[in-house]
């Protein structure tokens, strides 16, 4: 008699696992009630970094859809890291960006349509347009801007309507240069002769001379790069002032949202 209460316990206990697994079954999962476009915004991935042959801000700023709307960039939507920099990068014609989430207390815009950012093709008027945005923010804006195929390279700092600093060469010239120096600029000990020349070999190398003179060469040549105004003083004046982009491949991060600007 006792075992058969027991059973008859055990068989009624099962009923109810089997009632209740069935009701959440027939539920659904408990994040169901999410949708897509929730789901999307909460996505978690590995970013793409980017940097090289492209522009973009940085905006001390802790919140990307404030950012998005202060800016008015249109048709905002989340996007996988991946297309959404192909697509800045493809589009500058078309005014596409993508504005990464914050990160590090900064949000970062990119896209080949900020070389010429505010309908501005002149450095002049891209300074005067990035201490504009600065003002109107009311907080610490940043421009970089890099192309290796006509060696362009540029950097720019305004802070709530100040410009701090400014610097553009291009095409072997120097085509922008407002501001003191950066604390960053003078530990970098940047080159600023742009038309200074490079090591060269010295005439009339006999074959045995000549290997060592090409290590001594290369190692020279190496040297002056470290200090020369290129695409890699770019990333590192954007590391020293906010966010180098190109180290953000791979780290774990919100998908950024892909619009139109301006």
Not at 195 to 215: I, T, V, W
């Amino acid at each position: 008699q006792l075992f058969h209460s027991r059973f008859r316990v055990a068989v009624t206990l099962v009923s109810i696992i089997f009632a209740s697994t069935a009701a959440a079954c027939s539920r659904g999962p408990a994040n169901a009630g999410t949708t897509t476009k929730e789901q999307a915004m909460n996505v978690t991935e590995p970013a793409v970094g980017f940097g090289y042959k492209t522009s973009w801000l940085a905006i001390k700023a802790t919140d990307s859809d404030d950012v998005i709307k202060r800016l008015g960039i249109r048709q905002a939507q989340s996007t996988a890291w991946r297309e959404g920099i192909d697509v800045a990068y493809a589009n500058g014609e078309q005014h596409r960006v993508y504005v990464l989430p914050a990160i590090d207390g900064w949000v970062l815009v990119t896209g080949s349509a900020l070389f010429s950012i505010g309908g501005a093709h002149h450095e002049d008027k891209i300074a005067e347009f990035v201490t504009s945005l600065s003002a109107s923010l009311g907080t610490v804006v940043q421009y970089f801007a890099t192309h290796r195929g006509s060696d362009a390279h540029c950097w720019i700092l305004a802070e709530n309507g100040r410009l701090v600093r400014a610097y553009a060469v291009g095409d072997d010239d120097v085509l922008l240069e407002r501001g003191e120096l950066t604390a960053a600029e003078r530990e970098l000990k940047i080159n600023f002769d742009i038309h200074q020349e490079g090591p060269s070999l010295p005439p009339n190398l006999s074959p045995a001379d000549r290997p060592a003179a090409l290590q001594q060469w290369r190692s020279a040549h190496t040297e002056r790069e470290k200090y020369q105004v290129n695409e890699k003083m770019v990333m590192k004046i954007a590391s020293k002032w906010s966010v180098n982009p190109t180290t953000l491949d791979g780290r774990p991060l919100p998908r950024g949202k892909l619009g139109i600007y301006p």
